[in-house]
DNA sequence: TTGAATGCAAACGCTTTGCACTCGG
DNA sequence: CCGAGTGCAAAGCGTTTGCATTCAA
């Protein structure tokens, strides 16, 4: 019955430096930063900071990533951003169709930087994913579907392991 | 979110009347548990009263049901199991070979009573899933798996809408 | 008798939500 | 000034665990 309840802290606002980042960055760091921007835009997203953070590590190439890894990775940089915006962010990248979201475990959901149809091998030990091209696997038959309804699309997963 | 979605009943269990009123003795209900006591210890696993039960529901036929679908199943019929007894269970029957789990969606699993290599059509609204025999797809070309590791199952979903 | 199985409630991990604060146009 | 965006804590939801009780060999 009763709950033991952790008394509640008294945290201050927090509050970070509006501004206060940018260190000497590169030229290629900010043509980076320019593409990213200009890939939201694209999209129709807001480029804010925290967008734009989470957009550099998520845009820089084919990547596979829990929205805790990212959040790790964004503690790590000097950038943090909160979770609930790291949340509310990959959704939305979802949404705008920036990402695709991947299902292949119960305990995290996946979001994948390459957005068009492909397929996967999935490592059943270490949870890894590898993309493998649409053009490289062939489904040359597959029975029609149930009434009413129509095939979107056929995505195959190729479940691997240590050759013994 | 709120898809609770109930996967198609199954009525081909021709003997029970339209309304499916609980049979209170029948000599099919015996052979019935007799079948599913069979399956239990031939797998290894104790047969006890509840696993009877679970299994009664879960082996009857093709069906895709998740721990919540089915302890809801056990409430509505004369014989509720604890949700910790329904984990236990279902992760046992998976672990002895006896049941399949699925994941296509993040919020929550779902165990599949055929084990063997098959594929689905995933109703993305609904959630819906229908099995596809491993014989009525052939994906007739993928790639080799990454160094030192071996292509174990490939799996085919097969994601489909209402037609417009 | 004794280990296995069960069941309740509490704990847990991932994700979402409520709401106050901040920012930029 | 206002609406969009952010961040914290708390809530939510499916699942797991700790542990006392019950069952079956």
Redesign the interface.
């Known amino acids: 019955m009763s709950n033991i309840k952790i008394p509640p802290p008294r945290p201050e606002t927090r509050r970070r430096s509006p501004t206060g980042e940018p260190r000497s960055l590169g030229a290629s760091e900010a043509v980076e930063r320019q593409r990213v921007r200009a890939r939201l835009l694209n999209a129709g997203v807001a480029p804010t900071i925290q967008r734009l953070e989470i957009g550099r590590i998520v845009f820089r190439g084919p990547i596979h990533i829990s929205a805790d890894e990212l959040h790790q990775k964004l503690e790590a940089s000097s950038f943090p951003v909160s979770r609930a915006t790291i949340y509310n962010t990959l959704k939305l990248f979802v949404e705008k169709g920036l990402l695709r979201?991947i299902?292949?475990?119960?305990e995290r959901?996946y979001y994948d930087s390459t957005t068009d149809l492909h397929?996967h091998?999935y490592?059943?030990e270490t949870g890894e994913l590898?993309d493998?091209p649409a053009e490289?696997?062939?489904?040359?038959?597959?029975?029609p579907?149930?009434a009413?309804?129509?095939?979107?699309?056929?995505?195959?997963?190729?479940?691997?392991?240590?050759?013994?």
Chains 1, 2 share one sequence.
């Open positions: 979201e299902v292949v475990s119960a959901v397929h091998f490592d059943v590898t493998i490289e696997v062939t489904v040359t038959r597959f029975p579907p149930p009413h309804m129509t095939a979107d699309e056929v995505e195959v997963l190729i479940r691997i392991r240590k050759s013994a």
